[in-house]
């Protein structure tokens, strides 16, 4: 059974999602994070105080930090989620990818795999219970060319950008540490997430922050590029749910079936903030006319799409939003949490350390 629960990149985007859905449920909940400039504490504030709710500030790539951790909260269960996660970084600076997406991994696998040895002495049914959870993207299977197809369990890797190596090379590391030691693992890949605390370098928030701002909508290319979109708080619920019913060395896709061009992503925020910000910035009539179309990103993929069958066949897992419900959520909560993205924007929320908090 699973009480204590390790998350890596608690502080990021979907960790902090994942946090909240998991104290809900009843877990206890260790968030270990180095704090990068993608990790923010205001992103868990409303559960720090949740004595269920632990901060630890470590690297994953810290093997001596990583086991004190195994050892202090002796987990149940690792969902692991930390990573450098922007393609544009991962071009421009493709070191950070490798040690923590790669190396961090490893660190990670080998500090559980020690922590399950230990548990197999002590208490043999902890140990086979033991779960460490890899959360990956559809990135790994790299360009669908069929217009048509999708992604499945069984698709080849072929990733495209060195984010995307990065992962499937993680990915990898999960499935040879059970094949080879018997770690139990689950791995997932998602689709793009959105909603909710992302940081404003990713297409949703960026283009609500500039569109607010009055500057340019970047647009790759012509924008024509497939992504399939599936809300935050969904991916959570569906990580929990693999977490506690899938069988150890399992592979399930997820998605929101929600596929869409994006430039219609951009154009849908542009639409639902003439309803919900009609007061616009200095000369602008329509936010629409912010749109610029830019030199496209090297290696970019055409097209992305998942099969999410197996995880609503076998789990019964099913999106609760879809993408027009999700992205109006999306875009009033960036209205209605300016300090969030201000602080971010100038800064200022790189200042907030939490330090340790055991
Ligand atoms: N965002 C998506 O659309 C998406 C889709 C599928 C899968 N994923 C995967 O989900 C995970 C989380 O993505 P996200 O969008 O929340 O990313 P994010 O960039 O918002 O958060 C990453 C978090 O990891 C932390 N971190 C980075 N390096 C670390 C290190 N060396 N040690 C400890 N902590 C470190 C950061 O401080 C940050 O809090 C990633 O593994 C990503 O590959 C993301």
Same mark, same amino acid.
């Given at each position: /059974?699973?009480? $204590?629960?390790?998350?890596?990149?608690?502080?990021?985007?979907?960790?902090?999602?994942?946090?909240?859905?998991?104290?809900?449920?009843?877990?206890?909940?260790?968030?270990?994070?180095?704090?990068?400039?993608?990790?923010?504490?205001?992103?868990?504030?409303?559960?720090?105080?949740?004595?269920?709710?632990?901060?630890?500030?470590?690297?994953?790539?810290?093997?001596?930090? /990583?086991?004190?951790?195994?050892? !202090?909260?002796?987990?149940?269960?690792? /969902?692991?989620?930390?990573?450098?996660?922007?393609?544009?970084?991962?071009?421009?600076?493709? *070191?950070?990818?490798?040690? $923590?997406?790669?190396?961090?991994?490893?660190?990670? =696998?080998?500090?559980?795999?020690?922590?399950?040895?230990?548990?197999?002495?002590?208490?043999?049914?902890?140990?086979?219970?033991?779960?460490?959870?890899?959360?990956?993207?559809?990135?790994?299977?790299?360009?669908?060319?069929?217009?048509?197809?999708?992604?499945?369990?069984?698709?080849?890797?072929?990733?495209?950008?060195?984010? *995307?190596?990065?992962?499937?090379?993680?990915?990898?590391?999960?499935?040879?540490?059970?094949?080879?030691?018997?770690?139990?693992?689950?791995?997932?890949?998602?689709?793009?997430?959105?909603?909710?605390?992302?940081?404003?370098?990713?297409?949703?928030?960026? $283009?609500?922050?500039?569109?607010?701002?009055?500057?340019?909508?970047?647009?790759?290319?012509?924008?024509?590029?497939?992504?399939?979109?599936?809300?935050?708080?969904?991916?959570?619920?569906?990580?929990?749910?693999? =977490?506690?019913?899938?069988?150890?060395?399992?592979?399930?896709?997820?998605?929101?079936?929600?596929?869409?061009?994006?430039?219609?992503?951009?154009?849908? !925020?542009?639409?639902? =903030?003439?309803?919900?910000?009609?007061?616009?910035?200095?000369?602008?009539?329509?936010?629409?006319?912010?749109?610029?179309?830019?030199?496209?990103?090297?290696?970019?993929? *055409?097209?992305?799409?998942?099969?999410?069958?197996?995880?609503?066949?076998?789990?019964?897992?099913?999106?609760?939003?879809?993408?027009?419900?999700?992205?109006?959520?999306? !875009?009033?909560?960036?209205?209605?949490?300016?300090?969030?993205?201000? *602080? !971010?924007?100038?800064?200022?929320?790189?200042?907030?350390? =939490?330090?340790?908090?055991?």
């Amino acid at each position: /059974m699973i009480e $204590t629960l390790i998350v890596t990149g608690g502080a990021g985007f979907i960790g902090s999602a994942l946090i909240r859905e998991a104290l809900a449920t009843g877990l206890r909940v260790v968030n270990v994070d180095k704090l990068t400039y993608s990790g923010n504490a205001a992103s868990f504030a409303e559960v720090k105080n949740d004595p269920r709710c632990h901060f630890i500030q470590a690297d994953i790539a810290d093997a001596a930090a /990583m086991r004190a951790v195994f050892e !202090v909260f002796a987990p149940d269960a690792v /969902m692991h989620l930390a990573a450098e996660s922007h393609v544009d970084r991962s071009i421009d600076a493709p *070191a950070a990818f490798i040690e $923590t997406n790669v190396r961090g991994t490893f660190v990670l =696998l080998e500090e559980a795999r020690r922590h399950v040895k230990s548990l197999a002495a002590a208490d043999p049914q902890k140990a086979r219970d033991f779960r460490f959870q890899h959360i990956s993207t559809d990135e790994v299977f790299g360009d669908l060319v069929d217009d048509g197809g999708l992604f499945t369990e069984t698709t080849p890797y072929a990733p495209s950008s060195p984010y *995307a190596a990065s992962k499937a090379a993680s990915d990898h590391l999960v499935r040879a540490w059970q094949r080879t030691y018997g770690l139990p693992v689950l791995v997932t890949n998602c689709s793009n997430n959105y909603g909710p605390r992302q940081f404003p370098e990713k297409l949703i928030p960026l $283009t609500i922050l500039n569109a607010l701002a009055g500057r340019g909508l970047p647009v790759y290319g012509s924008g024509t590029q497939v992504r399939d979109w599936l809300y935050v708080e969904d991916h959570a619920r569906a990580l929990l749910l693999v =977490l506690a019913r899938g069988s150890a060395g399992g592979t399930w896709n997820i998605g929101g079936r929600n596929k869409q061009r994006n430039i219609e992503v951009v154009r849908g !925020v542009c639409g639902i =903030l003439e309803e919900l910000a009609p007061k616009k910035p200095p000369g602008v009539s329509r936010y629409e006319e912010l749109i610029r179309f830019v030199a496209d990103r090297p290696g970019h993929d *055409a097209r992305y799409a998942i099969d999410a069958a197996k995880i609503e066949r076998e789990l019964g897992w099913r999106p609760k939003e879809n993408f027009a419900s999700g992205l109006r959520k999306t !875009v009033r909560w960036y209205l209605e949490n300016r300090p969030w993205w201000q *602080a !971010v924007l100038d800064g200022s929320y790189r200042c907030e350390r =939490l330090g340790t908090n055991v």
